[in-house]
Nanobody
Framework: QVQLVESGGGMVQAGGSLTLSCAPS????????MAWSRQALGKERELVAG????????EYAASVKGRFTISRDKAKDTVSLEMNNLKPEDTAVYFC?????????????????WGHGTQVTVSS
């Protein structure tokens, strides 16, 4: 099972930007579909974005579409989540996830391995 380490969280004002990064520990992301999810205080975890190994297929939650971009750097073996025009409702702990299937599918959400998360706080 791959271990994942997120970084890049922090505090930003509404309208600002942050980029989260995720790197594997112990083994490579090679061939894995990747995803980002988030959980706000008192709320259920929400799948935010996902990408297939090839990068040809990406999918976003309606709440972030057009503002967030998931991407991967195969040379560095990292996955990023670029977040623009952040809103206070984006405040949450963000988690990076990996699936052994190369093709991203929301139906495989239960099979993902997740990191410990990184806090993102957006102030109004």
């Amino acid at each position: 099972q791959v271990q994942l380490v997120e970084s890049g969280g922090g505090m930003v004002q509404a309208g600002g930007s942050l980029t989260l990064s995720c790197a594997p520990s112990g083994r490579t992301f090679n061939g894995y579909a990747m995803a980002w999810s988030r959980q706000a205080l008192g709320k259920e975890r929400e799948l935010v974005a996902g990408a297939s190994w090839s990068g040809g297929r990406t999918e976003y939650a309606a709440s972030v579409k057009g503002r967030f971009t998931i991407s991967r750097d195969k040379a560095k073996d990292t996955v990023s989540l670029e977040m623009n025009n952040l809103k206070p409702e984006d405040t949450a702990v963000y988690f990076c996830g990996a699936d052994t299937s190369a093709y991203f599918s929301k139906a495989r959400y239960a099979y993902y391995s997740w990191g410990h998360g990184t806090q993102v706080t957006v102030s109004s």
